[in-house]
């Protein structure tokens, strides 16, 4: 059953995400258009390293917590990646039953928010601490006796902002240091993007990542100006540029909320290539690269 539940929660998560992202719409009209198949390489979430008091007790909102939920559906811990600079960390996960089911895998990272300069620190802790209800627990969604399609609801719940609004001065100070920390302050663990993968389209009209990137462009999707990576690395990624939208915050001296613009998210396309992992064994390389997903992370950036 957790594989059902896990396509079923995908695909909650797929349109609530695609209803705020115009460039996927595109891209999926475009590949249905051509008589292909919108598949899913992988789906990326944002999070906190940050030990805060919740009504159940210290909770750890990083990668811990998201785990729970991954771990709970049947996904597995695959690898790992460190990106020092920027103080973030990140682990992929993957289903045994992947290819069965055609699941994505999840890409996982969090920003390690006690390597950032003390009074940052102590503004991110500060909002996300203001958690009003009891966070979300694997063991009490996952129950035997509901139906599939309601247990993906009530986890579509999980994949939100937890915390209260944030104030509008703190995301604008945190944004100058680390626009991530910004970011999942102000979107907490709403998708952060989703992927097209290009050797799941099956159509000749788009045969490649080049072509996709192109078609998307023509149709006037704001798309990055470069492919990361390359075919001997074994995975080649673009993205669309990020779609702005209006989010809640506090205005600072009334306490009042109102909206102002920010990035949300932007529509990944990736394009998997064969590996040689032994002399004349070749397979399809399956894992991530930190060198684009340092770059990809920066498609979220607020442009001035």
């Known amino acids: 059953m957790k594989p059902e539940i896990a396509l079923n929660l995908w695909q909650l998560l797929w349109q609530e995400y695609s209803a705020r992202v115009n460039h996927a719409r595109t891209y999926q009209q475009m590949i ?8 899913n390489d992988h789906i990326a979430f944002r999070s906190l390293r ?10 750890n909102l990083g990668i811990d917590y998201l785990a729970q939920f991954a771990e709970a559906l049947g996904y597995v811990a695959a690898g790992e990646y460190n990106f020092a600079q920027t103080h973030l960390y990140a682990r992929y996960y993957r289903h045994p039953q992947q290819e069965e089911f055609n699941l994505p895998k999840l890409f996982i990272s969090e920003l390690i928010v006690d390597e950032l300069p003390a009074n940052i620190a102590q503004l991110i802790s500060k909002t996300v601490s203001a958690i009003p209800h009891q966070l979300a627990s694997p063991v009490t969604l996952l129950k035997k006796d509901a139906e599939i399609e309601t247990i993906a609801k009530q986890l579509q719940q999980v994949f939100t902002r937890p915390w209260l609004p ?3 001065s703190v995301v604008e100070e945190v944004n100058q240091v680390t626009q991530y920390g910004a970011w999942v302050l102000l979107h907490g663990y709403g998708v952060n993007h989703f992927t097209g993968y290009v050797n799941g389209q099956n159509t000749p009209e788009y045969p490649d990542i ?6 998307l462009a023509h149709l006037g999707v704001p798309m990055k100006a470069e492919i990361e990576g390359n075919v001997a ?30 990035t949300y998210a932007y529509y990944e396309i990736a394009q998997r290539y ?13 894992a991530f690269l930190g060198s684009n997903a340092q770059q990809l992370f920066e498609m979220t950036r607020l442009s001035k």
């Open 274 to 286: 064969p590996v040689e992992v032994e002399p004349g064994k070749q397979i399809l390389f399956d």
């Open 166 to 168: 944030p104030r509008r």
């Open 50 to 59: 940050l030990l805060v008091d919740s009504p159940q007790g210290e909770v």
């Open 233 to 262: 690395c074994g995975l080649r990624q673009t993205a669309t540029q990020a779609v702005t939208e209006m989010v809640t915050v506090l205005d600072d001296n009334s306490g009042v909320e109102i909206q102002i613009p920010w």
């Open 32 to 39: 249905t258009t051509a008589g292909g198949t919108v598949a």
């Open 210 to 215: 080049d072509t996709t990137a192109s078609g």
